[in-house]
């Protein structure tokens, strides 16, 4: 039957695309069932870069991992909105940036000298992190449904083992591509990611993160400082 009831309206006229979405983001941010993904890119936009950085760099470096040529991430994150379109293209996104962004956070987190680093190098130590896990674990960039790699288990696990690897980089001095490469390959076989691997089975939830990413860093080499 109608309603017939008050309710409240508002209409706001010549406002910028970037108020649009500002409001947008306002007035959505606590609706439950809207992609969070979404609204995090939308604020990323909005907000300067300056400010960003000194409030979430995390989303910062998410986004940049996300759009950059040279991160193995750029075209593999779902930034938010309909996924209809990637669908129609046969484009296949394995994770949304929510979850790279909480990656990153773990990362700047757990690690005890990135802090140390201006926001230029942290992003560059991470990218360097990611291109050595496109090299070692290169089946699994090329073909992302077949392994958990590149999905929130595997983000977060990797995430969680980047900080251990970037700090003892950083204490050799030495934080190269290869270098990360090598640290990586030492713990491969600690854990195998495929979908239907006994080491993944069933595992979900920050117990397991730290449970597989501990395996994988008890492999790691002795780290040598100079």
């Known amino acids: 039957m109608p309603l017939d009831a008050i309710v409240p309206f ?51 470096f998410a986004r940049n ?24 293209a046969h484009v296949y996104r394995p994770v949304n940036f929510v979850a790279l962004e909480q990656g990153v956070k773990r990362i700047l987190r757990k690690s005890q ?8 190098v942290q992003y560059g130590l991470i990218r360097n992190y990611w291109q050595a896990m496109a090299q070692v674990y290169a089946p699994a960039f090329a073909d992302p449904r077949e392994y958990l790699v590149l999905k929130n288990l ?12 970037i700090d003892r980089c950083l204490i050799a001095g030495t934080y190269e591509v290869e270098d990360m490469v090598a640290q990586l390959e030492a713990s491969k076989d600690a854990v ?35």
């Open 113 to 120: 000298y990135m802090g140390e680093q201006g926001s230029d």
């Open 65 to 88: 991992l996300a759009t950059d040529s040279a991160s193995p991430w750029n075209g593999l994150v779902h930034m938010g909105g309909s996924k209809a379109g990637a669908k129609e």
């Open 154 to 165: 595997g983000v977060s696990t990797f995430s969680q083992l980047a900080a251990t690897i």
């Open 10 to 60: 508002q209409l706001h006229i010549g406002l910028s695309r970037d108020q649009e979405a500002g409001l947008f983001s306002d007035f959505n941010a606590n609706q439950k069932g809207l992609n969070t993904s979404h609204l995090a890119t939308i604020e990323t936009r909005i907000t300067p870069e300056a400010v960003e950085l000194e409030r979430h760099p995390e989303r910062v």
């Open 192 to 226: 195998d990611w495929h979908r239907e691997s006994a080491d993944v089975a069933g595992m979900s939830g920050n117990r397991a993160v730290l449970k597989l990413a501990g395996r994988m860093a008890a492999a790691l080499p002795v780290p040598v400082s100079v």
